[in-house]
């Protein structure tokens, strides 16, 4: 393998990943950060407050199991909390407060509660102590020339009070990774250079983050488990139609809540805070139990009500110089819980793809036994990765905005829950058909996601054909009763058809009169 200069632009997970897949292939890799050092607690998030927990499932799972270090998948599931469904909290017409577990799947199988940070500090740790790794904190690309293999960064001083311009520096690579989010500047700059279709959507919701804190009562409890208010397990969702109120467990005990509502109904609430609580009580029962109204009020007050994006684009690269991945290439809102499963999958994917084209690649000529140039086998990777990533990055933006509509609504539909239980039940009991619920399929397969849609969709026809042979079989069965029987005064069948029969002639007599 020839080894190359890799420059990565991002040092988020994503981006600490593909740093890390190229340096265990012995490039020498260079990571450029708009912030300060992550790890440190002083670095303002660039979106001002703590991002959503992340749900981490198989694909960030397995893009971390080949990544070529022994001891990052131990240290990430080791501060993990499994969660095997979700909980649905309501209030019945009696006005009692419930709580409904529905299991992700029914082979048991969990997705994790994983945090952010602690994820990010450990990638970064296990880079740090890699020779041929270089990080380069408060550095903003402001320009690159991808034919040149050119980039400019800006270096920011973390003395805000020092006067003057800040210092640019030339940095020249063979290939760039940009992972530095949705609103990225590395695709920013790939725009000039490729016929990039582009796709940038706000959907009408605001986000809001609360807290639920940890028991305290129970501290001093010999169980770890009594420490948290709610069940740890899940994933805790008041669903309220047009909107919904969701709660994911830390280690420590405590609740990552975030609110989800469309712009008018914060608008409404910030004209009078006050009336929170009673909102509160009316859309999401139970919630002022376990933050109280004050605090409840603060977090609203205090933390920022930020929007939800949603990009596609394509193609991802530039010939062999440059390509972009995660949020970069496809930010997404977080209502599947696969954007950072999605990221992380990216550098899988893409590492695979420059593996094989290294591997496969050959000299056309035999009396010249030099390697290939490695930009050349890298070009047709950058390509084959757009033209098989961007599908997949497609649909799985779609569904995480099909299954906002499903967590705030359709969790509570009983058409909702019934085809659950079917294809669930098709999946216990009749495997050979290899029958998987599509919430399966996305979450505990590393099966391409616009393959997940095609089978979804060709599994809904068939069930939906059934359904219809249910309803209608008796129907058929009952008039062709009707027409020979009755017309000659002869009595129906006796048993169960017999009976079929005589409440179809019925009613087909009622609504003849």
Not at 493 to 505: C, F, I, L
Request: net charge neutral.
């Amino acid at each position: 393998m020839t080894k190359q200069k890799y420059i990565v632009v991002g040092a988020g997970p994503v981006g600490s990943l593909a740093a890390l897949y190229a340096a265990n292939r012995g490039h020498e890799v260079e990571i450029y950060e708009l912030r300060s050092d992550l790890r440190d607690p002083s670095t303002t998030p660039l979106n001002f407050t703590k991002s959503i927990n992340l749900a981490l499932s198989e694909r960030g799972i397995n893009a971390m199991r080949h990544a070529g270090s022994k001891t990052l998948l131990d240290h990430v599931m080791n501060s993990v909390i499994p969660m095997s469904g979700r909980m649905i909290h309501g209030k019945r017409p009696s006005g009692e407060l419930y709580e409904e577990s529905q299991t992700y799947d029914v082979h048991g199988r969990d997705i994790f509660a994983a945090d952010r940070a602690e994820l990010n500090k450990t990638l970064l740790d296990i880079l740090e102590e890699m020779p041929n790794v270089k990080f380069y904190f408060n550095h903003k690309l402001t320009g690159a020339d991808f034919k040149r293999r050119v980039a400019w960064f800006e270096v920011r001083n973390s003395d805000k009070s020092s006067p003057g311009r800040a210092k640019e520096v030339e940095v020249s690579f063979d290939f760039m990774m940009g992972a530095d989010g949705a609103h990225s500047s590395v695709r920013y700059h790939l725009m000039k250079y490729v016929r990039m279709d582009y796709q940038q959507e706000y959907i009408d919701t605001l986000w809001c983050e609360f807290q639920i804190n940890p028991n305290t009562k129970r501290h001093n409890t010999h169980s770890a488990l009594e420490r948290f208010a709610i069940s740890p397990n899940h994933l805790h969702i008041w669903p309220g139609k047009q909107f919904m109120f969701i709660a994911i467990p830390s280690e420590d005990g405590s609740f990552t809540c975030t609110l989800f509502m469309p712009s008018a109904n914060y608008a409404a609430l910030e004209a009078d805070s006050s009336k929170l609580p009673s909102f509160f009580d009316q859309h999401f029962p139970g919630v002022t139990s376990l933050i109280p109204p004050k605090e409840l009020i603060a977090s609203f007050e205090t933390n920022p009500h930020l929007p939800l994006i949603s990009i596609k684009c394509a193609p991802y690269h530039s010939g062999s110089a440059v390509v972009i991945l995660g949020d970069a290439a496809h930010a997404m809102v977080p209502f599947y819980g696969q954007g950072m499963n999605a990221g992380l999958e990216d550098v899988r994917t893409l590492f695979s793809l420059l593996d094989k084209h290294e591997a496969t690649a050959e000299s056309n000529d035999p009396s010249d036994p030099a390697p290939l140039d490695p930009s050349l086998q890298r070009r047709a990777a950058l390509a084959e990765y757009s033209a098989v990533r961007a599908p997949d990055a497609h649909a799985i933006n779609d569904l995480a905005l099909q299954n906002y509509v499903e967590m705030r609504a359709s969790v509570l539909s009983p058409a909702y829950r019934l085809r659950k239980a079917l294809e669930e039940w098709l999946s216990v009991y009749v495997p050979r058909l290899g029958w998987q619920t599509k919430y399966s399929r996305v979450s505990f397969s590393n099966e391409r996601y616009s393959d997940v849609i095609a089978r979804s969709e060709h599994q809904g026809k068939i069930l939906n054909r059934v359904l219809k042979a249910a309803f209608w079989t008796p129907l058929v069965l009952g008039l062709a009763g009707y027409y020979r029987y009755y017309p000659g005064g002869q009595r129906p069948a006796s048993g169960v058809v017999g009976n079929v029969m005589g409440y179809v002639a019925g009613l087909v007599r009622n609504f003849r009169s």
